[in-house]
């Protein structure tokens, strides 16, 4: 299993950004994806989750109404549209899969919120 995370950078307050997570070794299409992020200093927490087949999908509070997680099963990707961004986004954002095979965690990827 190998989930590779993508898309993160250093965006000013109110932009956007688009995180990808490429996955590869297991049934994607299986499996429930999600997004979580550690802040520095904090515990990782949830941002937000899709169903295997993207028919339901669930936000943090922090993050509703401003963040989208979507999905590609014939692509294996999953994606978070991060709008109107705000410093307290700050953090290593994680992809993580969830099915029959485990739990899998990709690497990561650093959002930074700042003017």
């Known amino acids: 299993v190998q989930l590779v995370e993508s898309g993160g950078g250093l965006v000013q307050p109110g932009g956007s950004l688009r995180l990808s997570c490429a996955a590869s070794?297991?049934?994607?299409?299986?499996?429930?994806m999600t997004w979580y992020r550690q802040a520095p200093g904090k515990e990782r927490t949830f941002v937000a989750y899709?169903?295997?087949?993207?028919?339901?999908?669930n936000y943090a509070d922090s993050v509703k109404g401003r963040f989208t997680i979507s999905r590609d099963n014939a692509k294996n990707m999953v994606y978070l549209q991060m709008n109107s961004l705000k410093p307290d986004d700050t953090a290593v954002y994680y992809c993580?899969?969830?099915?029959?095979?485990?739990?899998?965690w990709g690497q990561g990827t650093q959002v930074i919120v700042s003017s």
């Open positions: 993580n899969a969830r099915g029959v095979g485990g739990v899998s």
């Open positions: 070794g297991f049934t994607f299409s299986s499996y429930f």
């Open positions: 899709i169903t295997s087949t993207g028919g339901a999908t």
